[in-house]
């Protein structure tokens, strides 16, 4: 685990609520990758397709952090990459 040092007059209790805020929004957003992908890409998305997407649905989904969270979906298995089509999809078991 990382250990957190605080600078000379920062509130420790404001840093855990950023943390915090900042590791819900990231959730979030990797909820929404799914739904975007299970509702309107069932055959897959590439991953620039998926990125200019998500940005235009909302100000925090810039390409870096849609390519996080897609990296940390990819890393819980919930998301895979399909070579054939060269493209992300759900993975079999999920696929509705």
């Known amino acids: 685990m990382t250990q957190i040092v605080y600078l000379p007059g ?3 209790g404001r840093v855990r ?3 915090q805020r900042a590791r ?3 959730d979030s957003r990797c909820d929404a990758i799914l739904r975007v992908i299970a509702d309107e890409y069932p055959d ?3 991953p620039r397709e998926l ?6 649905s909302g100000r ?3 390409p870096r952090n849609v390519k996080a969270a897609v990296a940390s979906l990819r890393y819980r298995r919930l ?3 399909d070579d054939c089509t060269q493209s992300l ?3 079999p078991e999920q696929s509705p």
């Open 17 to 19: 609520y950023e943390m």
């Open 51 to 56: 990125s200019v997407r998500m940005w235009r």
């Open 60 to 62: 925090t989904n810039t």
């Open 24 to 26: 819900s929004l990231a």
């Open 44 to 46: 897959g998305v590439t």
């Open 89 to 91: 999809r759900l993975p």
């Open 79 to 81: 998301l895979v990459w």
């Open 10 to 12: 920062q509130d420790p």
